[in-house]
């Protein structure tokens, strides 16, 4: 398994297919527990970080994940923009001279991503944010010895996606809600499913 610069693009371009397809979806999910505003600044965001890699000729995974998490921290309105950017702006110094990306530097690479969220959002798995599946994914690769199926990496993400509905939110805007905020799917966990479907499509295909 290697991520080379041509797959990280890809890694985009896929994730905003995802995220344009679901934009009223995360709006709605959004309107229950938050701001009504995630679809629209993900959508925003996702597509201008694909303008902005779309034609460059990158050298490097860490130069292509450098750029996205810059725009994504410019273009994408409220927490979500920061937090994004600032997983893959910590993935791209993780993983700044490994060329290709293995198995091992894309591990760190997340893992690294994962922390930086959870200083910025001051959060940690449990608490209905990202970080429920970002730590999954983390977790499930930490097993792995040096591959991993993309199916099962799909699927982590979903698990952990799902089960957010059942968790009473205790940070970001969802806190406010309280107890009201259970039973609703956290909209940064379903991003961030968007985020590992797309990376395990872009492997399978790679692996063709």
């Known amino acids: 398994m290697k991520i080379q610069t041509e797959q990280s693009v890809q890694w985009f371009e896929k994730i905003n297919e995802k995220i344009q397809a679901n934009k009223e979806y995360l709006t709605e999910l959004d ?42 921290i410019s273009k994408v309105g409220g927490a979500s923009g920061p937090l994004f ?46 970080v429920d599946v970002w730590s999954s994914v983390v977790a499930y690769l930490k097993q792995g010895e040096g591959s991993f199926e993309t199916d099962r990496l799909s699927d982590t993400a979903k698990k952990a996606m799902e089960q957010t509905k059942g968790m009473m939110a205790t940070k970001g805007r969802a806190a406010y809600f309280k107890e009201k905020s259970i039973g609703h799917i956290d909209p940064g966990s379903v991003s961030s499913f968007y985020v590992f479907d797309a990376l395990a499509e872009v492997l399978k295909e790679a692996e063709q």
Do not use: C, W
């Open 31 to 72: 309107q229950a527990i938050g701001d009504s505003d995630h679809g629209i600044n993900m959508a925003r965001g996702f597509q201008e970080t694909v303008n902005k890699l779309t034609g460059q000729d990158y050298e490097t995974v860490s130069d292509v994940m450098k750029d996205a998490a810059m725009t994504l």
């Open 85 to 130: 950017g600032t997983a893959f702006l910590k993935f791209s110094m993780a993983v700044k001279g490994k060329e290709p990306v293995d198995y091992d530097a894309l591990t760190n690479g997340l893992e690294e991503g994962l922390q930086g969220v959870k200083g910025r959002g001051k959060a940690t798995t449990g608490e209905k944010t990202m």
